[in-house]
């Protein structure tokens, strides 16, 4: 008869012993010829519990072994997961190609992400990363999922105090999702195809928490902030800012893609080449209308004027020298870090008088909003975002009220085509006693 014991794989030098109450033990014992040889790892009661005991063996003890008998050797040589692990999984996502196609940014948001999800300690004490993913089940991955969503912190006084951490758990449990996905694909007959991270009803915010946008900025609080940044010396963020708005650009995108072989090639010289390296996507925006008469006349001087003094790499850099380069760097890092952008930004819209809580994000989803109280359809905001879904624009179209009063009106010319007669108005009436 086979026992409960029997289908469990115990680690090397590991054996099981049934107790008189009917459960099992577990014991690490190394062989009689290292203990002959002088090995200092003895012999250990891993306790009842599999799982812990396991974990001790395989993490701790067995690499301790390892370092005797190799000398110290094996204390060089990473430790590779094994198989079938969601830490194999995190490798087998991060080898695939699909890895390499991620923009920079979201391949660290990614990383922090899975390491999250990984690296957290279950009750048996072992490590989520360590579990066989042909373990996982929805119940199971729901409730690391509400684990990660708070966080206590302890301040300098012992006081403990709960926060809520949703957008990294968020972000952690979609990075998981994904490297579930091309793993499947890259392993199909290792990786089950139910993939428990989908579809978790995640929310962006807590119950009862009101919605918080993104400052949006007006078109005069943009002609303030160039106005001012040219005042400081910052010529190229105002240039910089405008484009944002004109063409829907993230800042990671204008300052860290965006080069000045894009703008106006010998090919096209009518046209703009815009990246969207988050979607991999790419538009060449026209610079003329039908007549040639320019559509963006004060964006095109300036970016004129940085196409004659730039040769090539990017477009955007600094407007003052540094001590490491004769020639102006960058304002994003060799890190992809615009830390140091963002506090200039800041500096630019304390200065002008603006609000605080503007940002260089405000000028694009500014330009997103224009857009929409111009009346541009869902499709026209989707082409010039290069969005794939309607769903993502509420975001940066903000609804205005001039949105709403546009919208009213078209309704109710429709409405006008089928008056309603005396007899269909309804008439008040007084309650009854």
Same mark, same amino acid.
Request: aromatic share 10%; net charge positive; glycine share 6%.
């Given at each position: 008869?086979?026992?409960?014991?029997?289908?469990?794989?115990?680690?090397?030098?590991?054996?099981?012993?049934?107790?008189?109450?009917?459960?099992?033990?577990?014991?690490?014992?190394?062989?009689?010829?290292?203990?002959?040889?002088?090995?200092?790892?003895?012999?250990?009661?891993?306790?009842?519990?599999?799982?812990?005991?396991?974990?001790?063996?395989?993490?701790?003890?067995?690499?301790?072994?390892?370092?005797?008998?190799?000398? @110290?050797?094996?204390?060089?040589?990473?430790?590779?997961?094994?198989?079938?692990?969601?830490?194999?999984?995190?490798?087998?996502?991060?080898?695939?190609?699909?890895?390499?196609?991620?923009?920079?940014?979201?391949?660290?948001?990614?990383?922090?992400?899975?390491?999250?999800?990984?690296?957290?300690?279950?009750?048996?004490?072992?490590?989520?990363?360590?579990?066989?993913?042909?373990?996982?089940?929805?119940?199971?991955?729901?409730?690391?999922?509400?684990?990660?969503?708070?966080?206590?912190?302890?301040?300098?006084?012992?006081?403990?105090?709960?926060?809520?951490?949703?957008?990294?758990?968020?972000?952690?449990?979609?990075?998981?999702?994904?490297?579930?996905?091309?793993?499947?694909?890259?392993?199909?007959? %290792?990786?089950?195809?139910?993939?428990?991270?989908?579809?978790? @009803?995640?929310?962006?915010?807590?119950?009862?928490?009101?919605?918080?946008?993104?400052?949006?900025?007006?078109?005069?609080?943009?002609?303030?902030?160039?106005?001012?940044?040219?005042?400081?010396?910052?010529?190229?963020?105002?240039?910089?800012?405008?484009?944002?708005?004109?063409?829907?650009?993230?800042?990671?995108?204008?300052?860290?893609?965006?080069?000045?072989?894009?703008?106006?090639?010998?090919?096209?010289?009518?046209?703009?080449?815009?990246?969207?390296?988050?979607?991999?996507?790419?538009?060449?925006?026209?610079?003329?209308?039908?007549?040639?008469?320019?559509?963006?006349?004060?964006?095109?001087?300036?970016?004129?004027?940085?196409?004659?003094?730039?040769?090539?790499?990017?477009?955007?850099?600094?407007?003052?020298?540094?001590?490491?380069?004769?020639?102006?760097?960058?304002?994003?890092?060799?890190?992809?870090?615009?830390?140091?952008?963002?506090?200039?930004?800041?500096?630019?819209?304390?200065?002008? @008088?603006?609000?605080?809580?503007?940002?260089?994000?405000?000028?694009?989803?500014?330009?997103?909003?224009?857009?929409?109280?111009?009346?541009?359809?869902?499709?026209?905001?989707?082409?010039?975002?290069?969005?794939?879904?309607?769903?993502?624009?509420?975001?940066?179209? %903000?609804?205005?009220?001039?949105?709403?009063?546009?919208?009213?009106?078209?309704?109710?010319?429709?409405?006008?085509?089928?008056?309603?007669?005396?007899?269909?108005?309804?008439?008040?009436?007084?309650?009854?006693?």
């Amino acid at each position: 008869m086979k026992t409960q014991n029997s289908a469990l794989k115990l680690p090397r030098y590991c054996r099981s012993k049934r107790l008189k109450c009917g459960r099992w033990a577990y014991f690490f014992e190394p062989p009689t010829w290292a203990r002959e040889q002088g090995c200092h790892i003895n012999a250990e009661a891993l306790g009842q519990n599999f799982a812990a005991a396991a974990s001790r063996a395989e993490n701790i003890l067995l690499p301790a072994f390892d370092s005797w008998r190799s000398g @110290g050797l094996t204390d060089m040589v990473p430790v590779s997961p094994a198989p079938g692990t969601f830490d194999w999984l995190v490798g087998v996502f991060k080898a695939h190609h699909k890895w390499n196609e991620i923009d920079r940014k979201t391949q660290r948001l990614y990383g922090q992400g899975l390491a999250l999800f990984a690296n957290h300690m279950l009750r048996d004490g072992s490590r989520a990363g360590s579990k066989q993913i042909s373990d996982f089940t929805k119940a199971f991955v729901d409730s690391i999922y509400a684990k990660l969503l708070v966080v206590d912190d302890e301040d300098e006084n012992g006081n403990i105090t709960r926060r809520e951490r949703r957008r990294f758990a968020n972000a952690a449990m979609t990075a998981c999702r994904r490297a579930w996905y091309v793993g499947q694909r890259a392993q199909e007959t %290792k990786v089950p195809e139910v993939n428990p991270f989908s579809r978790m @009803g995640l929310k962006s915010r807590s119950p009862g928490q009101p919605v918080r946008e993104t400052p949006t900025a007006t078109w005069d609080e943009l002609v303030a902030f160039r106005r001012c940044a040219t005042k400081l010396g910052y010529h190229s963020i105002g240039t910089a800012a405008l484009l944002s708005w004109e063409w829907l650009q993230r800042e990671e995108h204008v300052f860290g893609v965006f080069e000045v072989a894009h703008y106006r090639p010998e090919p096209r010289p009518d046209r703009v080449r815009i990246l969207h390296p988050k979607n991999n996507e790419e538009a060449w925006w026209p610079l003329f209308d039908e007549i040639g008469e320019p559509l963006f006349p004060e964006l095109m001087v300036e970016l004129d004027a940085i196409k004659a003094s730039v040769t090539s790499g990017l477009a955007f850099r600094r407007d003052h020298a540094h001590r490491r380069s004769s020639i102006p760097l960058p304002w994003i890092t060799e890190r992809r870090d615009l830390r140091y952008l963002r506090s200039v930004v800041k500096r630019i819209v304390v200065t002008a @008088g603006l609000r605080h809580e503007l940002s260089f994000t405000s000028f694009r989803h500014g330009g997103f909003t224009e857009g929409a109280d111009s009346d541009l359809t869902d499709a026209e905001l989707r082409t010039a975002g290069r969005h794939r879904s309607n769903q993502q624009l509420p975001p940066y179209a %903000k609804r205005t009220s001039r949105q709403l009063i546009v919208a009213t009106k078209k309704r109710r010319g429709e409405r006008n085509r089928t008056a309603l007669s005396p007899a269909d108005q309804l008439t008040p009436q007084c309650p009854t006693k």
